[in-house]
């Protein structure tokens, strides 16, 4: 459906400008607790969010049906890549981790880790990556290690060191 009148697309763009500036995807970056200097090699990793754990549906009579909402969900999970250095590195720290007992904390930032909004701290986190592939006739890509976060979110968020 086209929108021809201007009053109309004000409102509506004025309606959304004051919800606020949208994030970018690349502005923020995880941090995990004991290998904070590897910060720069985790490219891509999960947003926690708190929600609901999806739905229960409980009867009624005449065949109707209601749902309430499950307790919130804290226990969650998402991809991670992580990008390798010409020394190994990325496997070093797959390799460490497993060494410390394998669970660590995290931040993760709406920002940088020196300049953020805020952070949200995850709890009892843990890594699970795959072999990564290697071919001759790649050239134009760098070797990253990719997997799944698990983790527990309940709501942290701490302020930052930037408005």
């Not at 201007?6 to 290998?35: C, H, N, P, R, W």
């Not at 969010?49 to 309430?68: C, H, K, W």
């Not at 720290?93 to 007992?101: D, F, P, V």
């Amino acid at each position: 459906m086209t929108v021809s009148n201007a009053q109309y697309l004000k409102q509506v763009y004025e309606t959304a400008a004051a919800i606020g500036q949208k994030a970018i995807s690349s502005d923020a970056m995880i941090e995990f607790a004991g290998f904070e200097s590897m910060a720069l090699l985790v490219q891509g990793f999960p947003w926690p969010v708190l929600t609901s754990g999806g739905e229960i549906e409980v009867p009624m009579p005449l065949g109707v049906a209601q749902q309430i909402p499950q307790q919130a969900k804290v226990n969650q999970q998402g991809a991670v890549t992580i990008q390798e250095t010409v020394a190994g590195t990325a496997s070093d720290l797959l390799l460490q981790m497993i060494a410390g007992g394998g669970r660590f904390d995290a931040k993760v930032y709406n920002g940088t880790t020196d300049q953020y909004r805020f952070y949200l701290n995850i709890k009892d986190c843990f890594l699970s990556c795959e072999p990564s592939e290697r071919n001759w006739d790649n050239r134009g890509s760098i070797v990253t290690l990719s997997g799944t976060l698990f983790y527990h979110y309940f709501g942290e968020k701490v302020p930052g060191n930037i408005t």
